[in-house]
C-alpha cells in the first residue's frame, strides 16, 4: 500500500471518529432537548440529510477546486460546525443543534467521496483493494470514537458538550493530513469527451444495482444503528454498554475491509454483496431473539459485517457505471441516493423506536433487505443471459 493511501486511510478514520462520536451521543443528546421524544433522532437525520443536501455543490467544487482543497474545506467546515454543535449543546438549544449537523453535512458528503479518490492513487487492478484500505480506516473510529464520547461526556459542564469540542481537535489533526496527499487531476468533461447525461447512465441495471446495494446497505444499518443506544437505554443498559456495543458495531463495519477486496476480486462484486444481505437478514433475527447486551452486541456487530460486503461490493459494482469523465456527477448522484435513504431512517429511528420499540424496527427492516436481494438476483440474471448471447 502506497504512502498517499495510507494518509487518505488515516483521514478516512478521523472521518469515522467524527461519525461514530455523532451516532452515540447525538441521539441522546437530541432525546434530553427535543420538545417531543419522537425527534429525539433529528440531529442524526440532520447530519445525513447535510450530506443529501451538498453532494451536489461538493461535486461542483471537486470540478472547480480538485480533490484536496475541496476536502480541505470540507474539514474547515467540521471544525466549525463541532464547534457550533458544543455550543448549543451547552446551551441547550436543541434547533441550533439540528443546524450545526445539517452544516456537518458538507463534511459528510465530501468524505464520503474518500472511497472513490482511493481509486486514483493506485494502478487500475489494485482498485478493489484500494477501496477496502481506505474503508478500513474506519477501525480507527471504531475504537476511538466510543470511547472518545464516553471519556470526554462529562468533560464540560452540560453533558456531551466535551464531546463535542473533541471533534474540533479531531477535524484539525485530518486537516493537517489531507494537505500531504497529491491527487491526481480529475478527469473533466470536454468537447471530444463530453460524458453521457446522469439520466442515460442512471439506467444502466449496474448503476440501479450498486446504487440498491449501497443505499439500502447504509439505509438498514443506520436505521438500526441509530436506534440502538436509545433501545439500550429503554432497557435500562448504561451509556458504557451501548458504546461498548457501537465500538464492536463499527470493528464489524471495517475490520472485514483487510480482506473483502480480495474477495471481490477472487468471487465477484454480487456474490460478496449477497452474502451481507444475508449477514443482514441474521442481524434481524438475533435482535428479535432478545435484548440482552449479548444479543445487541452480536446483532450490531453482525449487522455491521453486513454493512461492509454491501457497501464496498456496491462500490466497487459502481466503479463500471461510469467513464473517468463522468466519475464526479456519477459518484455525486451515487452519494445522494445513500444519504438520502440515511436521511429517511435516521428520523424513522427516532419515529419508530420511541412509538412502535425495538421489535417491530427489526421487523420492518426485512422489506430493505428483500429489496435488495432480489435487485442483486436480478443483475445476475441479466449477466447470465447475456453471457449466454455471447456464447452463442
Not at 147 to 159: M, S
Not at 233 to 247: D, N, R, T
Not at 270 to 294: E, R
Request: with cysteine; proline share 5%; aromatic share 10%.
Amino acid at each position: 500500500m502506497n504512502f498517499q493511501l495510507v494518509l487518505l486511510t488515516l483521514c478516512q478514520g478521523f472521518f469515522l471518529i467524527n461519525n461514530v462520536t455523532f451516532i452515540a451521543i447525538n441521539g441522546l443528546v437530541g432525546l434530553s432537548l427535543a420538545p417531543t421524544p419522537w425527534l429525539a433522532t433529528l440531529p442524526v437525520m440532520g447530519y445525513v440529510a447535510g450530506g443529501a443536501l451538498f453532494t451536489a455543490l461538493v461535486a461542483r467544487h471537486q470540478r472547480a477546486w480538485g480533490r484536496r482543497r475541496t476536502f480541505q474545506t470540507g474539514l474547515a467546515v467540521a471544525i466549525l460546525s463541532t464547534a457550533l454543535c458544543a455550543y448549543a449543546a451547552s446551551t441547550h438549544d436543541f434547533w441550533l443543534l439540528v443546524a450545526a449537523t445539517v452544516i456537518a453535512g458538507y463534511y459528510n458528503a465530501n468524505a464520503g467521496l474518500y472511497r472513490f479518490a482511493a481509486t486514483e492513487l493506485v494502478s487500475l487492478e489494485f482498485k478493489e483493494r484500494a477501496i477496502s484500505w481506505v474503508l478500513a480506516g474506519g477501525i480507527i473510529g471504531a475504537v476511538i470514537g466510543p470511547n472518545l464520547a464516553n471519556v470526554t461526556r462529562d468533560a464540560l459542564p452540560v453533558p456531551f458538550a466535551g464531546a463535542y469540542a473533541a471533534l474540533v481537535g479531531v477535524a484539525l489533526a485530518s486537516l493537517a493530513v489531507m494537505s500531504f496527499i497529491d491527487f491526481p487531476p480529475l478527469p473533466l468533461p470536454s468537447a471530444a469527451r463530453p460524458g453521457r447525461p446522469l439520466a442515460e447512465i442512471a439506467r444502466q441495471p449496474v448503476f440501479i444495482v450498486a446504487v440498491i446495494g449501497c443505499s439500502l446497505g447504509y439505509g438498514v444499518m443506520n436505521l438500526l444503528m441509530a436506534a440502538t443506544p436509545i433501545a439500550m437505554a429503554q432497557c435500562s443498559h448504561p451509556f458504557k454498554s451501548a458504546a461498548l456495543v457501537l465500538e464492536w458495531h463499527v470493528l464489524g463495519m471495517f475490520v472485514p475491509s483487510f480482506f473483502t477486496g480480495s474477495l471481490i476480486k477472487r468471487f465477484g462484486a454480487l456474490p460478496v454483496m449477497a452474502t451481507g444481505a444475508l449477514l443482514n437478514v441474521a442481524c434481524i433475527a438475533v435482535a428479535l431473539s432478545g435484548v440482552d447486551l449479548m444479543q445487541f452486541l452480536v446483532a450490531l456487530t453482525v449487522l455491521g459485517l453486513g454493512w461492509n460486503f454491501l457497501y464496498i461490493g456496491g462500490t466497487t459494482l459502481f466503479t463500471e457505471a461510469y467513464r473517468p469523465e463522468e466519475k464526479t456527477t456519477a459518484q455525486a448522484a451515487m452519494d445522494f441516493c445513500v444519504y438520502l435513504t440515511m436521511t429517511i431512517t435516521s428520523f424513522s429511528s427516532g419515529a419508530l423506536i420511541t412509538t412502535q420499540g425495538w421489535t417491530w424496527l427489526n421487523v420492518g427492516s426485512l422489506l430493505p433487505v428483500m429489496v435488495t436481494m432480489f435487485a442483486l438476483g436480478w443483475l445476475a440474471l441479466l449477466r447470465r443471459a447475456a453471457g449466454r448471447s455471447v456464447a452463442t
